[in-house]
């Protein structure tokens, strides 16, 4: 039987910009990825896609951040590409229980909110 799953987060660039500059960039280093924080580039439009592309991601896995560490969902985007969601440890380990093995992921921003939508498609097997 096929199953999808989705999630869905947006973030206020607002509050975010606030937090990150409260913590003087520690916040960031907590929720991305090395290669992610290259990626954003000091931007907190970029940074707030993949803030919410991680939250979404978490809500299709049915998971928080009681049960993930962020830095286990990845967004990866290749120069002009569609970015891609990579899962490392639990958040890999959690998607291969549910039976998910493909992912899509569409972020947005505006000069105020970032959102991500992610879809999450495998099948059960009994």
Request: charged share 25%.
């Amino acid at each position: 039987m096929m199953i999808i799953r989705t999630g869905i987060d947006m973030v206020d660039l607002s509050v975010l910009r606030r937090r990150v500059e409260r913590s003087e960039n520690d916040l960031l280093a907590a929720f991305l990825t090395q290669q992610e924080l290259e990626s954003v580039g000091g931007r907190i439009d970029r940074a707030g896609t993949r803030w919410a592309a991680k939250e979404a991601t978490m809500k299709a896995l049915g998971w928080g951040l009681d049960k993930l560490d962020p830095h286990q969902i990845e967004v990866h985007s290749d120069d002009g590409e569609a970015p891609q969601l990579r899962l490392h440890g639990d958040a890999g380990k959690r998607a291969a229980v549910l039976g998910l093995t493909q992912w899509t992921l569409s972020v947005s921003h505006t000069d105020n909110e970032a959102i991500a939508s992610v879809v999450a498609i495998g099948e059960v097997h009994d």
